[in-house]
Structure formats: C-alpha cells, structure tokens
C-alpha cells in the first residue's frame, strides 16, 4: 500500500465536507468507507502497456493513498482509467484501452463485478431511468461506428446501443433526456439529445466545433464549452440560448454559484453566466492542465508533466487565483470527482 501523510500549511477554509450543525445538535452518521469524505483522482496510466490507477485524498488534504483498487482488491485495473461515473453507492471506472468497466463500491473501493463486453473505446458514462449510457468511439477512423452502450444494471450488460452523430465524449443526463457532446480534435459540432425512455436518439443540437464539456446550471439548463465557444442550451426546448464565441479551444468548463470557469491557452478564466462575452484577463496563467474541477470556492487542476513521471494536483483560490496546494500524483492524473 502507498500512503502519505503530508503536512500542509493550515488553510482556513479549504474544503468542507461534513455537514454543519448547530452547537445542540447531535449527529451520529456512520463511516460508509475508508474513502467517504474526500477526493478521488482518475489516473490513464502509461499507455504504452501500463495500468490506470485511483489515488484518493482525504477532506483534510493529510492524507494521499495512491492505487486505491489494487490495495483493496489485490488487483490492477486495465489499461488507461478513462474517466469515473457514480451511481448511488458505486462507482463505475471505465477502462478505454481495456474496454471494460470495474464497479466498486464508491466508499469502500470493494469490487462490485464488471461489465467486459459490448464496448468499444468506451469513454465517459451517465445514468438515467434505472440504466446506464456509455459513450463508445469505435474505431477513431471510422466515423460510421460510434454509439451510446446502454447498461442493464441489473445484470450488468450491455442492452442496445444507439448510434451517435460522431465521436460521443461527454454525457449527461437531464430528466429523461442524454445529452451527449459529439466532436474531437476540431471536428464535430452536435450535442445530440438522447430520450432515456425509448433509449433513441430524438435530435441533434449544432454548436462550435468540438463540444467536450457540459455544466448544469442553478435553472438546469446546459453549458458546454467547444473549440470556439461556450454556450447555454435551454433544455426545455433544447435550443441554443447564449453563445459566448472564444478565440481559442476552450475545456474543462465548471459551473459553481453562478460562475462558469474554463481553461483556455493555458489559463484558467472565470466569468458570470449573465455575461455577454468571455474576459481577456485569466484567473490563473502559465499552467498546464489535464483536467481540471471547481468546487467549494477552488480549482483543482492536474498536470501530467511529461507522461511518464508522476503528476501533480494544484489547488487555487477561486477568487484570488492564489496557488494553495500542490500535492504529488500517480502517473497521468486526469479527473478530479469529490466522494
């Protein structure tokens, strides 16, 4: 097992994750798990023959234990850990170079089964009216395979698959609607809208090219973040209501308090969603990241460095865009999620 305990300058209001209580009250809440209360990062892993990880931080930040799967299960997970979806008390790690997926349980990182059949170069999953949706790339140079899997989780199985616009990256379910952003590397531009209920594909809603990003705001409508925008989707009537145009790829879009935050040229920008057009000044500049979160009033960045060392976790005030924390990763760190 790997297990740091790390000693950090005293920051008065950094994270918070239990509830608040009034001085008489008594709250008895049962530990869930050894990783209830804190952060589990998302690592690819060498790609060239190597394994994803999942390193968990304790709320604190006291704590970092690297590899959390193997040192519960006595076993690796495959190849590249794409990204994670949670369900519930599980949590489902899709594995894209392996194409399978590994359930835990979120707190306790026990093993749950997997689902080994019926994708292909699985990325990102949602769920919606008791099933799961899988975004699937098929072969990259294909543009005639791509698909949403849908998941039995009852039995764990693929049920059907339903073919998307393009390449299908992001998901998100909204009621009984998926909305799913379709478009890689300067190509695409639809968000496809899928309906839970009859698991087709309703419509399609064109926007900049290469939609990678969705956020729900306080109203429940979408923003997504493409190559040359970022714009609100009314998802009552699934039509496009605000664009803010970019003069550069924007990423890892976030929304919290009213606030969208975004990464572009290397800078990490904020702006109000009531805004009519994007700012020119960064929050954060000379940063290189591969993912990035924002939550609880900071920015949690990752840095791959050069692919094959260890990475790093930055925290920054959301506010000041003051560097907080820097803390060591395993190889290719590339999503943050709050447990």
């Known amino acids: 097992m790997t297990l740091r305990k790390l000693a950090f300058i005293a920051l008065a209001n950094l994270f918070v994750f239990t509830s608040c209580t ?4 008594t709250v008895n809440v049962a530990p869930r798990g050894d990783y209830e209360n804190g952060l589990l990062i998302s690592h690819e892993g060498n790609f060239s023959g190597g394994v994803g990880t999942v390193t968990y931080v304790s709320g604190d930040l006291q704590t970092v234990e690297d590899r959390v799967y193997e040192n ?4 690796t997970l495959g190849n590249v850990v794409q ?3 949670f369900n519930g008390d599980l949590a489902y790690i899709i594995e894209n170079g392996s194409n399978t997926i590994e359930i835990v349980n979120r707190y306790t990182f026990i093993s749950e089964g997997s689902i ?3 994708f292909s170069n699985p990325r990102y999953m949602a769920f919606a009216n008791g099933k799961g949706y899988v975004t699937n790339w098929g072969d990259y140079s294909n543009t005639t395979d791509d698909y949403v899997a849908v998941i039995d989780l009852e039995n764990n199985s693929v049920s059907s698959t ?13 009621d009984n609607n998926l909305y799913v952003a379709t478009g890689i590397y300067g190509n695409g531009d639809k968000v496809d809208v899928l309906n839970s209920i009859t698991d087709t594909l309703d419509s399609s809603i064109t926007v900049g090219t290469s939609p990678n990003a969705f956020q729900l705001d306080s109203n429940n409508d979408l923003w997504v973040s493409t190559n040359t925008s970022i714009e609100k989707i009314a998802t009552a009537t699934n039509t496009v209501e605000t664009t803010l145009t970019s003069d550069a790829s924007v990423s890892f879009l976030n929304y919290e308090n009213g606030t969208l935050y975004y990464y572009k040229d290397s800078k990490v920008f904020s ?12 929050l954060v500049s000379d940063v290189s990241f591969y993912g990035m979160t924002v939550k609880n009033g900071n920015i949690l960045g990752v840095d791959v460095k050069d692919y094959v060392s260890n990475g790093d976790l930055l925290i920054y005030n959301a506010i000041s865009g003051a560097l907080l924390n820097t803390i060591e990763m395993d190889i290719i760190p590339s999503k943050v999620y709050f447990n």
């Open 271 to 282: 702006v109000l969603e009531t805004a009519t057009t994007l700012p020119t000044t960064a």
């Open 116 to 118: 080994d059949a019926g």
């Open 162 to 174: 339903i073919s998307s616009s393009y390449l299908p990256e992001s998901i998100i379910s909204v």
């Open 72 to 75: 519960v299960n006595g076993t």
């Open 83 to 85: 990204s994670i979806a």
């Open 22 to 25: 009034d001085d008489n009250d």
